[in-house]
């Protein structure tokens, strides 16, 4: 299965890298790392830096954004470093990175609100942060994002 390419965000990219993780990609947040601290890091990880920093653009393993809203940073990261978001998707906390994990349905009943338990089939758990993912809501969230941005599934 190929793999979705492994990302470092800077400071200013806390949502991109909230949402490239809805999508499936490996993505490391630094909040308080900035310029050549970040990149070291991110070179480090043998990631790809992600960056709106100017002084960094000329780098060759950087990606820089040009756009300021997440929108537009998410349709530059996917027409430069392509993946199959459909494949990826629903396999990462988007709050800790961490890969989920498959969880019981049984297991959910108390941990979530009604109306989700009786809707919906599959779960899965983050081990990091407890937060429980449903497989239904959070992709329609992703999919009508993607078609705002006209990459559509
Ligand atoms: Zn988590």
């Known amino acids: ?3 979705a390419p492994r990302f470092a965000a800077d400071r200013m990219l806390g949502r991109l890298a909230r949402w490239l993780r809805l999508l499936g990609a490996d993505v490391s947040w630094y909040p308080d790392l900035g310029g050549s601290e970040f990149l070291r890091r991110a070179r480090a990880e043998e990631r790809i830096a992600l960056t709106r920093d100017k002084r960094l ?20 990261v996917l027409a430069r470093f392509p993946f199959d ?6 396999s990462r906390c988007s709050r800790c990175n961490k890969e989920l994990t498959p969880i019981e349905r049984e297991d959910v009943r108390s ?10 089939q599959r779960f899965a758990r983050c081990e990091q942060c407890g937060r429980i993912y449903w497989q239904a809501t959070h992709p329609e969230r992703i999919l009508g994002e993607l078609r705002r941005l006209g990459l559509g599934w």
């Open 1 to 3: 299965m190929e793999e």
């Open 57 to 76: 653009r000329t780098a060759p393993d950087v990606g820089f954004l040009s756009s300021d809203g997440f929108r537009g940073q998410l349709r530059e």
């Open 85 to 90: 978001p459909q494949r990826h998707a629903f």
């Open 111 to 120: 941990l979530v609100p009604p109306f989700v338990y009786a809707n919906h």
